[in-house]
């Protein structure tokens, strides 16, 4: 028993420095065969003395038993992110602002890692847990996948407690190497390297993680200071001392913006050489004695930014123009082409918004045209290669029938419509809106369950939700629907008859009444059968209402349909009362006002944002023409600035506290 712990130390601490060897120093000193029998070895060991197997064990990198679900964990130092900013100007801008606060400032420049942030927490130089970023405040515990990643140390070369931030994603490599399995066990393709990372790491069985291949480059310590530790570039050789991969190779120090724009262009140049996916560059302040002098807002750090790459453009050809309708039978034309991949995913569609957007362009079908996602996000028809245009091509014609039920459709404004509240489609759109995330909320809804409930009859008005147990037995004899998965959306069902107010009036798809409208107006009633009995006048002169969404409020109260289907709600228990706070209307300093908050404030922002909003007044993010005041703090940059050009009236902490008392 002496010699097999003794030989398990032994070969453990062989194999994690070839590991430490080959993924950080790219310096390996033994071949792949002779990893392989040394890793064999040990394996056979601990099969042979399973008392003796150790937490950091390499072979605990196959992955485990399954797991139920995944734990919430509290980050003990919040994971923010920071703000986005997207060319050369707001570079320059940046740069500036922070020489207000700092004097000859000098920045560590790293490539953005297009994954997901994990922390990863050891004790002693042993990893004890890993977590996902999740909203920055509460995570989800994902050690068990995380053991599996083989770019993750499980013992570090030194025995010290440590949490350590990085990006957990998948090599184009590897990624590649997934999609072709996926192809041959006739499963859908993964869209890009990100989307594969974070459901790989996400997967209850941490086998199935194990064979995607993932990868962890580690970039920030929480606590440097803790470790003698004096700016963000020591951090990283730290980390790659301890055993990490680091993008020490790829990043970079800059003293001025023209340094930062020159780093900028050429890695955006190498991009797609790089064996992973990036999309941008994360700028930080590199001393931290400055970072602290700079500090946070009250929710992204004020010492660092991501510079966003601009978006990607590629040309494809347009194959059809295909129309679809909306919950509130609006038309809306998609370009349909040949799946090509933009900024990191592939894409086969695009939307063309309304007619007019097409004639605009003129598009065509056969036209070769340029896609790319705007803001890196929403794929986007850029515009037509009217050089590349074929002799035969014929212009775009507006179809005049709804494509589902063949109602002749009626124009509005820019916009084409079916006039048929009984559309098909009108109603699938309409039930997968109410029960969307900013409405009614009721998870694990998604279109094809909506899709498949309304086929079976089992779903065809909003109400119909809350009848939804009824039909139990016959749901679950569905193909992919268990037990378990019914029983999860029942609750959520049964959960969301507890929702406050605002949510139901989003929910009911009243047109033009968007997420922000709905809240006002939960906010001013305070009940449904207020708003429903409200008139024009009262409506058209509540703030942020007026008169285009006070008549659309009016004809849809007017609407016997729709009150029988409120009054249906209410005798299934659907909560139709505001939860929230009231608001104040007495303070007319506050009321109906518009405020910026911008600067260093003796309390976080949302404290004022939450005071002044429950006085009726509204908060935003940029100063306009129509800002009424303009709440200054120390160091406030550049929308202090712009309020002084605009004349708008500034106001300190103190002449703040006075305006509330008023």
């Not at 927490?121 to 996948?145: M, S, W």
């Not at 962890?216 to 990490?244: K, V």
């Amino acid at each position: 028993m002496e010699n097999a712990i003794k030989r398990i130390d032994e070969l453990i601490s062989i194999i994690n420095k070839s590991s430490y060897e080959y993924y950080v120093l790219d310096n390996p000193t033994i071949t792949d065969q002779e990893y392989d029998d040394l890793y064999n070895e040990l394996l056979l060991l601990e099969n042979k003395y399973p008392e003796l197997k150790r937490e950091d064990s390499p072979t605990n990198r196959v992955g485990g038993e399954a797991i139920d679900k995944f734990n919430k964990v509290v980050h003990k130092t919040p994971m923010l992110s920071f703000d986005d900013i997207f060319n050369e100007e707001e570079i320059m801008l940046f740069d500036e602002r922070i020489r207000k606060t700092v004097s000859n400032p000098s920045y560590t420049l790293e490539p953005k890692m297009d994954g997901l942030s994990g922390s990863l927490i050891y004790e002693k130089g042993v990893l004890v847990r890993a977590a996902t970023r999740g909203d920055g405040v509460t995570g989800e515990d994902i050690t068990i996948n995380v053991k599996t990643i083989k770019s993750v140390p499980l013992r570090l070369t030194k025995d010290i407690d440590i949490e350590v931030r990085g990006e957990i994603y998948m090599s184009k490599k590897s990624f590649d190497k997934a999609n072709k399995e996926r192809l041959m066990n006739n499963e859908k393709e993964f869209a890009n390297p990100r989307n594969a990372a974070a459901g790989s790491v996400r997967q209850l069985d941490s086998k199935i993680t194990a064979k995607r291949d993932l990868d962890f480059m580690a970039y920030f310590i929480p606590n440097p200071e803790d470790y003698n530790i004096s700016n963000q570039d020591e951090s990283i050789s730290f980390l790659r001392e301890l055993g990490f991969v680091t993008n020490i190779k790829l990043n970079g120090l800059a003293k001025s913006s023209k340094d930062i724009i020159n780093y900028v262009d050429n890695l955006e140049k190498e991009r797609d050489n790089l064996p992973f996916e990036i999309d941008g560059v994360v700028i930080k302040v590199n001393s931290l004695e400055d970072e602290k002098k700079l500090g946070f807002t009250s929710r992204v750090p004020r010492w660092g930014i991501a510079y966003k790459f601009p978006a990607k453009e590629v040309l494809t050809t347009l194959k059809e123009i295909k129309y679809t309708v909306g919950r509130t039978g609006k038309i809306t034309p998609n370009a349909i082409f040949n799946p090509v991949h933009v900024a990191g995913s592939l894409v086969g569609k695009a939307t063309l918004h309304n007619y007019d957007y097409i004639l605009d362009k003129d598009i065509r079908v056969n036209d070769t045209i340029s896609v790319r996602k705007a803001g890196d996000v929403i794929p986007e028809v850029v515009e037509v290669k009217l050089d590349r245009r074929k002799s035969d091509s014929e212009k775009t014609i507006m179809i005049e029938n709804c494509p589902i039920c063949n109602t002749k459709l009626i124009k509005k404004d820019a916009n084409h419509f079916c006039p048929n509240k009984d559309c098909p489609a009108r109603h699938t759109e309409g039930l997968t809106h109410f029960v969307s995330r900013d409405a009614m909320y009721i998870d694990g809804f998604g279109e094809r369950i909506i899709e498949d409930f309304y086929n079976e009859g089992f779903l065809r008005s909003v109400e119909d939700f809350y009848s939804l147990y009824k039909h139990k037995d016959e749901i679950m004899i569905l193909d992919g629907y268990g037990e378990k998965s019914v029983n999860n959306l029942l609750d959520a069902i049964t959960n969301s008859k507890k929702n406050s107010l605002e949510r139901l009036i989003f929910a009911l798809g009243i047109r033009y009444v968007g997420k922000k409208t709905a809240k006002i107006l939960a906010i001013y009633f305070g009940e449904m059968d207020k708003l429903m009995n409200a008139d024009y006048e009262t409506l058209k002169d509540i703030n942020d209402v007026g008169d285009i969404i006070a008549k659309s409020i009016v004809e849809y109260f007017n609407n016997e349909e729709n009150v029988k289907l409120i009054n249906k709600l209410k005798e299934l228990n659907v909560n139709m009362k505001y939860l929230g706070e009231k608001v104040d209307a007495s303070n007319e300093n506050i009321y109906g006002k518009t405020f910026v908050i911008t600067g260093t404030l003796s309390k976080s922002r949302d404290v004022y944002k939450e005071k002044l909003e429950s006085l009726g007044g509204k908060v935003t993010g940029s100063v306009t023409s129509k800002t009424d005041y303009v709440l200054v703090g120390e160091n406030p940059g550049s929308k202090y600035d712009k309020a002084i050009s605009l004349g708008i009236k500034i106001i300190d902490e103190k002449e703040y506290e006075n305006l509330i008392n008023l």
